[in-house]
């Protein structure tokens, strides 16, 4: 049962334009979400993240939207660059689970210059 | 910032043989760290969270007995394979939270790519 699905395993975009990647979930109790970046031979490193009593968080060219109603998450960013290519990683917490941190399979990001 | 170190990063063994799996916070104490394991173009699977000075708690499907977890220190667990078959070759990955809330992000290790001949 995947409660955490992104469903683009890749996306490619153009140097400068949006980059929106998409995370559903479908556990409601969910309380906290993270958007987290990899690159090969690396661990995950946190990028952002949005509690669930906001519908917005932004740090700098990165914003993260969220929609409860529709238990749908997006991560924006703009202007992208070379350097955002790596796979993104939603993931999903919440204080009912102990606060075990659910991972979506990931999206592959392609910047090109 | 956290850092977690994971060791080694990759090992190759015979089918039967068992493999030690280390992840250290280096610069900070952590009572819980996760152990994941991750399958070519799928997620991140919890595997099991591993408790200071107690017993890990194993997720659903996941055999305690041929995953051994120790965490005997508050910088330090390790994760062992038990009598490893070419199955078992996967990612594993380490990780752990430097701020005792809750929901604050995890610090992954760089993982440990298993590969069982």
């Known amino acids: 049962d995947q409660q955490v699905k992104q469903n683009s395993p890749s996306l490619s975009v153009q140097e400068g334009r949006i980059s929106i990647l998409n995370c559903d979930y479908t556990n409601s109790m969910f309380d906290y979400f993270l958007w987290y970046k990899k690159y090969p031979a690396e661990g995950p490193t946190f990028l952002i993240s949005?509690?669930?009593?906001?519908d917005k968080n932004e740090d700098g060219r990165f914003t993260v939207f969220l929609n409860k109603s529709a238990k749908h998450l997006s991560l924006h960013i703009v202007p992208s660059q070379p350097g955002d290519s790596a796979v993104y990683f939603c993931?999903?917490?919440?204080?009912?689970?102990?606060?075990?941190?659910?991972f979506g399979a990931g999206t592959r990001l392609f910047v090109k210059a | 910032g956290a850092v977690v170190s994971q060791h080694p990063s990759r090992v190759i063994c015979k089918s039967g043989t068992s493999v030690k799996i280390e992840c250290r916070s280096l610069d900070f104490q952590a009572t819980t760290m996760f152990w994941y394991r991750q399958f070519p173009k799928q997620s991140l699977m919890l595997m099991a969270t591993?408790?200071?000075?107690?017993?890990?708690?194993?997720e659903q499907g996941v055999e305690k007995d041929k995953f051994l977890i120790n965490h005997a220190s508050l910088t330090l667990s390790t994760l062992t394979v038990t009598s490893a078959h070419p199955e078992d070759s996967s990612f594993y990955i380490c990780?752990?939270?430097?701020?005792?809330?809750?929901?604050?992000?995890?610090?992954f290790g760089n993982g440990t790519r298993l590969t069982v001949t």
């Open positions: 990780s752990a939270r430097s701020s005792g809330q809750g929901n604050s992000p995890l610090h």
């Open positions: 993931a999903a917490s919440g204080n009912t689970g102990g606060f075990k941190t659910i």
């Open positions: 949005i509690s669930s009593i906001k």
């Open positions: 591993s408790n200071e000075g107690s017993k890990a708690t194993y």
